[in-house]
Every structure is written in structure tokens, then in C-alpha cells.
């Protein structure tokens, strides 16, 4: 009786686990939405990533919660903001606490088989996969140095040869090959490098774009002059921050012969005719943003073709009905507006990022949500879709309804951001504020910076025209304050930020 019992369960057990979805998760580093076909870009073409949006919906207002690499993917396992899970920063950060609960590792209990590819950029090792093989760090664009669990041994170490965006798609092809239990529903992970700085494009896109001019965007040449002192002070313009690597005026490290003779018949007629010419200062910043945005852009197509492969497996080995695909990146970037390049602010293309998602009955093809998203939400969508059970304490919502076209009537009206990272890379300063999606209140809120903005996003998209103070904003003002003051006590943010988000220097031991 008892050997009947436990048939009847272990078969209830497998065919639930036929019902639930597998879950691909394809995130990206740095990735602007104003270069996705789907999102309306005029300077690139995104098939394989448009797919997604054409099978699937496409969400317009996706806001990430602290627009900086690894807080962001913190924030995605967890569900929860920065002062939840404590990971605030790029720089001088204690590791990821990777003993609290995650959503991979309640899929994990929940039944799923789980793996993680590529850039991972939490310092310490991932939990809740069954494999990982990462980047550490940062990673590199070629012959990457990879860390994983293959043998159940945490830390293994070796050098991959080739592009870094195709090794990781061949991993990642490679592992659903060799998945240990194909009746079990599984979660892959596969987050690439690309396209964060410094750029670097594959052999196969290195000719894309090399007879084109790709247009600039009107703020290019913007001047600071009537702005805040927070962004007069910032470092990230193409005009002056862009190193002589970023720019391709030297090349990468530790390319094989074969990849320098390719990299070098790319990039040196090009670098001797700018040695053969005076540029004036304008002209040299154009020259510059060309040369930025076509590599930023052959980085994307690599992804691209990855994406495509990945479809491509799923729909030939019969998964695609039965498997959400999401695609998302860690925050925008800027592609030139404002004269800049990098993210971090609280501005239109740092705070806003690409979310694509394609679930077969659920999300109608080709549909579209102008409804608030954000990354803080993937933890909470996976577990609903696993049916498993979602800790009260995170923070996000399950995308599910709106997926399937309905918007509750309590859904988010508005949303809570916060950078903490200054002094920091690029000389961005401490802010946070609250945007309803139509207008933008921030606050820059240290001793010698405290500075409030307020922009009017339908009047205003370029976010250039300060409204703050102004009379006949006084009733936005204060239903924005009001807003910003509900959201800081819903979230539990602290009035003073914790010792542990203050950047720190190598120099300088956590904890001091």
C-alpha cells in the first residue's frame, strides 16, 4: 500500500513538473533600449531579440531600482532593493550575501534544475544552481578566464579561447544538452558580458557598420552650464572620459596572433588616418562618438545572433511552448545624449531598461505595457510561474497579470530609485527620487550637493528644463514629495544610508 502511495505521488510529482514552464532568462550588461529594434531604435536592427517582443510583450516603463551592474543582479535574485539585500555598489563592496534566500534557490526546493552562464559580478559564488561557470569579475571580450562548479568542484578555473559572447551561447547550447534530469523543468541564467564597456566586438562583426554614419542624437554637444553642479562635476563624456582602449586607439591584451591580425586590419586604417589629421574639437568628439557607438553596436549584434540561437534550439528540440524567455538587461545606458556615455543617473535612458518576455498562453504576442516594471519583479514572476511560494518579504509583484492583459487596480503607480555610489567611477553623485512615469522628482542629498530636480517627461523628454520651485508646478511638487515620502517608508528605506553602503578603496577594510 505504502509502494502505491509513493507511485501515485512520484507520478503527480513528474506530471506537475511537465506543467510548470522551464524559465531562460537572457540578461545583458549595459544594454540601451534605444538600441533594440522592438523599443524603436534608428541605429541598429535586432531581429533575433525583436522575435522575442513580436511572440511575446514588450514593457515600456521598466525602471530599475539603482541603475549600476552588480546591485542590479542582486536586486534580481532577490526581489528585493538595495538596503534589502545589501548590495549597493560597484566599488569597495563586501561580497553578495549568498546565504540568503534567492529566487533560484527556491526553484531549486521547488523541483527545477538550475544554471547560470556567464557574468555574474557579485564577488562571491553563486547558490542555487546546480551548475555555474562564470566570469569572475568583470570577464573579458576574448580568450576569457572562467570559474565554475563542473565536478562539484566550487572554483575551477580555466581559460576559454574564442569571443566571449560566442563561448557563453556554446555553454549554454551545451547545457541544455546535457541537463541531468529532462523531465524536470529547469531555469537557465545566461548573462552575458556584452555590451559593457570597453566594447570590444567579435571577429564576426568587426566589419559591421564601417561605411555607415550612424546618426548622432541632438543632445551630442549639450552644455552643463545651466545644469546642477551634480551634473557639471560628473566624468563620463565621450568628449573627455573616453580612454585611448575605450576608442580602439591600442588594442586588447592577450589576443592570439590570429585574433590581433583581425583586430588590427579592423581598426588601423582608422586610427593612421586620424593621426594624419587635425580634428577640430567638435569634429574629434564626432569622430569619437563613431567610433564608440558602431563597436558598442557590433557588441549587440553578437548577443543578437546568440538570442537567435538560442530560440532557435528551443523551438528544434521542442521546448518553445512550454518555456518563458525573458530578455533584460541590468539598466539602460546612454548612446551619446547628453554628450555622455555609461548610466547610474535617475535620468530617462540610465533608469529605464529593456524587458522583453515571451510565455507562451499567457503573454499575447505582439503586446505592449506602458504599465511601471522593473527587473525587482523577475524573482516574483518566476516563482508564480513555478507555483511556488512568494516570500513576503521581497518586494516586487509577479508580472502574470499583466502578461495576461490585465492591470490590477493596485498595481504600482509609481517607483523608487536610488544610486549610492559616489565617490565612484564617473563622478556620480548620491540621489533618489520617484518618477510616476510622467514626472521625475530627484534628490541629490549630500552636505555640499543637495540639490532637488523636477522634470515634466511629456513636455520635456530630454529631462534638460528644471521645474523644481517653479509656482505652477507647486501642485505636482508636493504630490511628488508626498510620493516619494510614502514610497522611502513602504520600502523601509533608511533615513540615513547603512555604514555598509559607503564606498570603500582597496586600501580600506570593510567595516572601517
Excluded at 516603463?61 to 545589501?86: D, E, F, M, Q, W
Excluded at 588590427?264 to 580634428?279: F, M, Q, S, T
Excluded at 534628490?443 to 522634470?455: A, C, I, K, R, S
Excluded at 511628488?480 to 514610497?487: F, G, I, K, Q, T
Aim: glycine share 8%; with cysteine; aromatic share 12%.
Amino acid at each position: 500500500m505504502q509502494r502505491s502511495l509513493l507511485l501515485i505521488f512520484l507520478l503527480a510529482t513528474v506530471s506537475f513538473a511537465a506543467q510548470r514552464p522551464n524559465i531562460v532568462l537572457i540578461f545583458t550588461d549595459d544594454h540601451a533600449y534605444q538600441a533594440i529594434g522592438a523599443y524603436g531604435s534608428r541605429i541598429n536592427e535586432t531581429p533575433n531579440i525583436d522575435r522575442i517582443a513580436r511572440e511575446g510583450m514588450r514593457f515600456d516603463r521598466c525602471y530599475v531600482t539603482n541603475s549600476i551592474c552588480g546591485p542590479c543582479r542582486a536586486t534580481v535574485l532577490t526581489g528585493k532593493y538595495s538596503h534589502k539585500n545589501g548590495y549597493y555598489n560597484n566599488e569597495g563592496q563586501a561580497p553578495f550575501d549568498n546565504m540568503q534566500v534567492t529566487f533560484p534557490l527556491l526553484l531549486q526546493g521547488a523541483g527545477y534544475e538550475t544554471a547560470l552562464i556567464g557574468k555574474w559580478h557579485l564577488q562571491s559564488n553563486p547558490t542555487g544552481f546546480h551548475h555555474w561557470n562564470i566570469l569572475p569579475n568583470q570577464g573579458q571580450y576574448y580568450n576569457p578566464v572562467m570559474v565554475s562548479n563542473v565536478g562539484h568542484i566550487d572554483g575551477l578555473t580555466e581559460v576559454r579561447i574564442g569571443y566571449t559572447t560566442e563561448l557563453l551561447t556554446q555553454l549554454a547550447l551545451k547545457w541544455f544538452e546535457n541537463r541531468i534530469a529532462k523531465d524536470r523543468p529547469f531555469l537557465l541564467m545566461l548573462q552575458h558580458k556584452a555590451p559593457h564597456r570597453p566594447w570590444e566586438p567579435g571577429p564576426k562583426q568587426l566589419g559591421m557598420y564601417e561605411d555607415e554614419k550612424i546618426p548622432e542624437p541632438a543632445s551630442l554637444f549639450e552644455e552643463y552650464s545651466q545644469r546642477g553642479k551634480a551634473v557639471r562635476e560628473q566624468d563620463m563624456t565621450i568628449a573627455e572620459t573616453m580612454t585611448a582602449g575605450d576608442l580602439k586607439l591600442t588594442e586588447p591584451e592577450g589576443l592570439t596572433p590570429e585574433q590581433l591580425e583581425a583586430w588590427n586590419a579592423a581598426y588601423e586604417p582608422g586610427n593612421a588616418a586620424l593621426r594624419g589629421v587635425k580634428l577640430s574639437k567638435q569634429d574629434l568628439v564626432r569622430w569619437k562618438y563613431q567610433r564608440y557607438i558602431k563597436d558598442y553596436l557590433r557588441c549587440v549584434a553578437a548577443v543578437d545572433d546568440s538570442v537567435g540561437q538560442v530560440l532557435d534550439y528551443l523551438d528544434e528540440s521542442g521546448l518553445a511552448e512550454n518555456t518563458i524567455v525573458v530578455y533584460c538587461s541590468d539598466q539602460g545606458f546612454y548612446l551619446g545624449e547628453h554628450g555622455w556615455f555609461d548610466k547610474r543617473w535617475m535620468y530617462e535612458e540610465s533608469l529605464r531598461t529593456p524587458l522583453l518576455v515571451r510565455w507562451p498562453g499567457v503573454a499575447k504576442a505582439g503586446s505592449y505595457t506602458e504599465a511601471i516594471s522593473s527587473p525587482l519583479d523577475l524573482a516574483e514572476t518566476f516563482l508564480d510561474a513555478a507555483g511556488a511560494e512568494i516570500p513576503v518579504d521581497m518586494q516586487g509583484r509577479s508580472l502574470r497579470p499583466l502578461l495576461g492583459g490585465e492591470t490590477p487596480a493596485d498595481w504600482r503607480k509609481s517607483f523608487y530609485y536610488h544610486f549610492y555610489e559616489y565617490p565612484g567611477s564617473h563622478s556620480v553623485r548620491k540621489h533618489y527620487g520617484v518618477t510616476d512615469g510622467r514626472f521625475k522628482l530627484i534628490h541629490f542629498y549630500e552636505p555640499d550637493v543637495n540639490e532637488w530636480e523636477l522634470y515634466d517627461l511629456h513636455n520635456d523628454r530630454a529631462e534638460v528644463v528644471n521645474l523644481y520651485g517653479r509656482k505652477t508646478y507647486a501642485t505636482v511638487q508636493a504630490k511628488m514629495h508626498a510620493e516619494l515620502d510614502r514610497l522611502r517608508k513602504e520600502l523601509e528605506v533608511p533615513e540615513v544610508d547603512p555604514p555598509e553602503s559607503i564606498v570603500r578603496r582597496a586600501s580600506q577594510p570593510v567595516g572601517q
